[in-house]
């Protein structure tokens, strides 16, 4: 009886992994989900800290692809030197998709909507 509860665990713990990672959309696909809240996933691969805003990009051309910001408001519930500390990270973002100067952005105000993921 007590193998087959923690085997009945393990499937359900499985189960609700998969299903959460599946509600993640490609950063490559944001910008089909604009005004929606949604899970973004990606790598940041280029950041920029301005001292007023955070930019976690998704994509070297920050112009035109998806980003993550933080601004300066909420550095403080962020670890230290989010330009670092999240550069090179796949992580998972979440928040309502909107669109800034054409591009599709998330706007991260608390560390719980930002989650690196292995």
Known sequence: MKKYIVSLLLILVLAATIAYS???????????????Y???????????????????NFHPNYKIYFTAVIFASDFSKFPVNPETYYLN?????????????????????????????L
């Open 89 to 117: 990270k796949k992580v998972r973002v979440k928040g309502t998709i909107k669109l800034y100067k054409g591009k599709p952005e998330i706007i991260l105000k608390d560390p719980s909507q930002i989650e690196v993921v």
């Open 38 to 56: 949604k899970t973004v996933e990606g790598k940041i691969v280029a950041t920029h800290n301005s001292g007023k805003a955070c930019f976690l």
């Open 22 to 36: 599946q509600d993640a959309i490609p950063w490559q696909d944001a910008g089909s989900y604009i005004g929606q």
